[in-house]
């Protein structure tokens, strides 16, 4: 089975701290994602990355910036958190070319006070 | 402008009833689609996917989904709802361009069930 983890579950930071999420896929897939989830608002993509070093924007990428220096891990990036940034993170993964099908971890929720 | 609706936002129905979950979309062509489903506190897990064929494709769980071109929908559809299927239910879509199969989701759809 597809496993996309992330390195926490929950996480409780103060306004102006640097915060990184992390996510790691063992399926050795090309495609790597980073949403929002908020109530009533769905899933918006922040960043995407469809190769090591490579990354696009999203919908709502101010305020984040993403790292990816192996195929596997896929970091996003809080440079200074703000209170609007609390929310539910999720990763997901997907094989390029494929049959489009992305494959999530477990979310991390962010606490920004 | 391209979209994802879901009209209904919290939906209940009593176990052992059937369930329908609407889903339109707004593309110029028949995009991908997809049904997610988000247990409390869990990421999102597929329940079911079309690209092309028959219209009406099976999922795991007992879902099911029916494409219809002319309606730009995709609704998830259950005979029968146990208490577990209780969850948040996505409609996702990825419109047929060059790229990198990104998702466009709906708001989502909140099942309660009742015993």
């Known amino acids: 089975d597809v496993k996309v983890t992330q390195s926490s579950r929950y996480l409780v930071k103060r306004t102006g701290e640097k915060v990184f999420l992390e996510c790691v896929q063992d399926m050795d897939h090309e495609n790597m994602f980073w949403y929002r989830q908020d109530p009533g608002l769905g899933l918006r993509l922040i960043y995407f990355?469809?190769?090591?070093?490579?990354?696009e924007k999203g919908d709502i990428p101010e305020g984040y910036s993403v790292s990816r220096e192996k195929k596997e891990r896929f970091s996003l990036i809080l440079e200074s958190a703000s209170t609007n940034q609390t929310s539910m993170y999720l990763c997901?993964?997907?094989?390029?070319?494929?049959?489009?099908?992305?494959?999530f971890g477990p979310g991390t929720r962010l606490t920004v006070t | 402008a391209q979209s994802v609706t879901q009209p209904d936002i919290h939906i209940t129905v009593s176990e052992g009833a059937s369930l329908e979950l609407r889903c339109n979309y707004s593309y110029g062509a028949t995009p991908y689609l997809f049904w997610y489903v988000q247990s409390p506190g869990q990421g999102l897990q597929l329940l079911l996917k079309?690209?092309?064929?028959?219209?009406l494709v099976q999922g795991i769980k007992g879902f099911e989904a029916e494409f219809k071109r002319s309606q730009s929908s995709f609704n998830l559809r259950k005979p029968s709802v146990h208490w577990s299927d209780a969850a948040e239910y996505f409609c996702a879509v990825a419109p047929f361009s060059g790229g990198y199969n990104k998702l466009i989701f709906g708001a989502g759809t909140r099942l309660a069930v009742h015993p």
């Open positions: 079309y690209f092309s064929g028959d219209t």
């Open positions: 997901a993964s997907s094989f390029e070319g494929g049959t489009y099908e992305q494959y």
């Open positions: 990355s469809y190769d090591v070093k490579m990354k």
